[in-house]
């Protein structure tokens, strides 16, 4: 069965850190671009990050450039998502997804409709 498993989310404080994880299993994730989306209560899903097969790549939404990393582990098949100084607009649910759509520095980041597989989603909450 092939499914992408997030986990890592919780609640924090304003100005603190979460790192999300995403495991695929049933499928190696070497050759997706990956990416993270979240959904904040009351707002449309957005894009947040997103890294290419290789891991040469990345893009930033700009709400979150300088405060969130992203990276993969391909061994591992895994993405991950390090966010730091968290702010209350942060608070979401936050989704990873892969998509076989080529991505490289320079490119428009790919539609949410070209991801294939998603994964269920992990909350974040960042609040005093």
């Known amino acids: 069965q092939l499914q992408l498993v997030e986990s890592g989310g919780g609640w924090v404080q304003p100005g603190g850190s979460l790192t999300l994880s995403c495991q695929a299993s049933?499928?190696?994730?070497?050759?997706?671009?990956v990416g993270w989306f979240r959904r904040a209560p009351g707002k449309e899903r957005e894009g947040v990050s997103l890294?290419?097969?290789?891991?040469?790549?990345?893009y930033y939404t700009d709400s979150v450039k300088g405060r969130f990393t992203i990276s993969r582990d391909n061994a591992e098949n895994t993405v991950s998502l390090q966010m730091n100084s968290l702010k209350p607009e942060d608070t979401a649910v936050y989704y990873c997804?892969?998509?076989?759509?080529?991505?490289?520095?320079?490119?428009?980041?790919?539609?949410?409709?070209?991801?294939?597989?998603w994964g269920q989603g992990t909350q974040v909450t960042v609040s005093s």
């Open positions: 049933g499928f190696r994730m070497d050759y997706f671009t």
């Open positions: 997804a892969s998509t076989t759509l080529y991505y490289t520095d320079g490119l428009q980041p790919p539609e949410e409709s070209a991801y294939d597989y």
């Open positions: 890294i290419s097969a290789s891991g040469g790549s990345t």
